[in-house]
C-alpha cells in the first residue's frame, strides 16, 4: 500500500523561484492537508481540502497556494521562495470524518537560500 | 477550536509503563480525542482515539475522564522505539482540519 506519497523528498530553492510540492494518496480519502514543521517545533497547518473542489486556510498560509486537482492529489505551490519557508512540509488525508484517522506522506525537506 | 496542554517532556525506563497526560477543559460533546505520535525524522502516524469510553489498541490504551476534561494515553511497556513527540488533539464534527499542538516530547531511558 502506498498510502500518502510526496515528491521530492529533498528541494533545494533559491529565494524568488517557485516551486510545487506534489501529494497524492490512494485511499479515497476526501479531506487532504499540508503542513509546515520547523525544526524542534510542532506542525502547523497551512492549507487543507475538506472535500475534492474546496480548499481552506489553516493557520499559516501567507505565501502559498493549493490545488485540489482531484480526489488523489493536493498540491502546494511557492510562487516566490523565501528563507523563512526553509522547513519539512508534511502531506496528509483523511477519511473527513472526526472518528477517523488521518495517514501522512514521508516529508519534503525544503530549503530556501 | 477546542485547544489540549500537554507536558513538554517526560522520560520513562524501558519496559516500564508510561502515562501521557492531556488538557482539554474546553472540549465539547462531540469531540472525538485523538493521539498521534511522531517518531524522529517521519511524519506523524496514528496511535489511538476516543470519545467517551476507554480504549484499547495493539498499539496503547486511551483512558478518557468522566467529565472528558482530560485524558491519558497509556504505553503499556515503554520501548526504545517509542521515543517520540506524541500529539493530543480534539477533532469535532463541524471542522475538517486537524491541527497540532506541540505535543509531549517522550525520552526512554535503556
Known amino acids: 500500500n502506498a498510502g500518502v506519497t510526496q515528491t521530492p523528498k529533498f528541494q533545494v530553492l533559491k529565494t524568488g523561484q517557485s516551486m510545487t510540492l506534489q501529494c497524492a494518496q490512494d485511499?479515497?480519502?476526501?479531506?487532504m492537508y499540508w503542513y509546515r514543521q520547523d525544526p524542534g517545533m510542532g506542525l502547523r497547518l497551512i492549507y487543507y481540502?475538506?472535500?475534492?473542489?474546496?480548499?481552506d486556510k489553516g493557520e499559516v498560509p501567507n505565501g502559498y497556494n493549493v490545488s485540489r486537482l482531484n480526489k488523489r492529489e493536493f498540491s502546494l505551490r511557492l510562487e516566490s521562495a523565501a528563507p523563512s519557508q526553509t522547513s519539512v512540509y508534511f502531506c496528509?488525508?483523511?477519511?473527513?470524518?472526526?472518528?477517523?484517522?488521518?495517514?501522512f506522506g514521508q516529508g519534503t525537506r525544503l530549503t530556501v537560500v | 477550536d477546542a485547544k489540549t496542554t500537554q507536558p513538554n517532556s517526560m522520560e520513562s525506563n524501558e519496559e516500564e509503563p508510561v502515562h501521557l497526560p492531556c488538557n482539554h477543559s474546553?472540549?465539547?460533546?462531540?469531540?472525538?480525542i485523538h493521539w498521534y505520535r511522531q517518531l524522529p525524522s517521519q511524519g506523524p502516524e496514528y496511535v489511538i482515539h476516543?470519545?467517551?469510553s476507554n480504549v484499547n489498541n495493539r498499539m496503547a490504551s486511551l483512558a478518557i475522564a468522566e467529565d472528558r476534561k482530560s485524558s491519558t494515553l497509556i504505553l503499556h511497556r515503554a520501548t526504545l522505539r517509542d521515543a517520540a513527540v506524541y500529539y493530543c488533539?480534539?477533532?469535532?464534527?463541524?471542522?475538517?482540519?486537524?491541527?497540532f499542538g506541540q505535543g509531549t516530547r517522550l525520552t526512554i531511558n535503556p
Open positions: 488533539i480534539l477533532r469535532d464534527t463541524g471542522a475538517q482540519k486537524l491541527v
Open positions: 476516543g470519545l467517551t
Open positions: 485511499m479515497n480519502h476526501n479531506s
Open positions: 496528509a488525508s483523511s477519511a473527513g470524518l472526526m472518528n477517523t484517522e488521518a495517514f
Open positions: 474546553t472540549i465539547s460533546g462531540t469531540d472525538y
Open positions: 481540502s475538506a472535500s475534492e473542489g474546496t480548499t
